[in-house]
């Protein structure tokens, strides 16, 4: 099920499109601020987020400049009762998908929020990931280290995906045992901490940071990766997901 973040500081808002949202059969999650919308879509993944601009905090320019950061591609519509066209330009010139004014018809949201999925979906599949010195080989579930290339086995190399998706971020030890091993509780097992030693055997120490009391984070890093191939292009940012046709 497709997953929608929606950021506005108005509860009734939230409720209102969040209820509709979730009628159209997509799982919504919500922020009333900012600073707390922007931590949830840099430590998850969401196929939309749909965010206000007259946040409490970090506002909505300050949230999509920092997102298109962490994740370049992530889909962000903007829901604004700002309609001055200099507004609307300069957040789709920072990588917005689209703008829709307050207020609005739910009907027109939820046909842009269609639209949006659907230009998602027909997208090239992914064949790398790269976050600055590592590629991710996403076929053939291997990892280029620069020096040397590393074949994973299947849970080190979705753990590596996982941390390498969220790159700059902390990965709680519940939400890597949700995506790396399919648990919706914590067993008590402490299975992600040993994985984690795995990596840093095969990749170095220093990869991966423990975030004492909060989980592990792969820094984003200031190297680039090397290109890696006529197809491959580098982003401004540390952090690169490259599609290939």
Request: net charge positive.
């Amino acid at each position: 099920m497709a997953r929608i973040l929606v950021i506005d500081d108005e509860p009734q808002i939230v409720s209102f499109v969040s209820r509709a949202l979730a009628a159209d059969g997509l799982a919504v999650e919500s922020a009333c601020d900012g600073a707390r919308g922007l931590a949830l879509a840099v430590r998850k993944r969401y196929e939309l987020v749909v965010l206000d601009l007259l946040l409490p905090g970090i506002d909505g320019v300050g949230v999509l400049r920092e997102l298109m950061l962490r994740h370049p591609g992530q889909q962000v519509l903007i829901l604004s009762a700002i309609a001055e066209v200099e507004a609307k330009v300069r957040c789709l010139d920072l990588g917005a998908a689209d703008y829709l004014t307050k207020p609005f018809s739910i009907a027109e949201l939820l046909a842009r929020v269609r639209s949006r999925m659907r230009d998602r979906a027909s997208a090239p599949p992914l064949k790398h990931l790269r976050v600055g010195r590592f590629t991710l080989d996403l076929r053939r579930q291997a990892v280029d280290a620069g020096d040397r290339r590393v074949s994973l086995p299947n849970r080190e190399f979705l753990l590596l995906e996982h941390l390498m998706r969220n790159a700059g971020g902390v990965c709680t030890r519940e939400e890597l045992l949700a995506a790396v091993w399919g648990y919706s509780f914590d067993p008590g097992s402490n299975v992600v901490d040993v994985y984690v030693r795995y990596l840093r055997r095969k990749l170095g120490e220093p990869t991966i940071a423990t975030v004492r009391g909060a989980g592990y984070c792969l820094p984003a890093g200031s190297q680039p990766a090397s290109p890696n191939g006529p197809d491959s292009h580098s982003a401004a940012t540390s952090t690169a997901a490259t599609r290939h046709g």
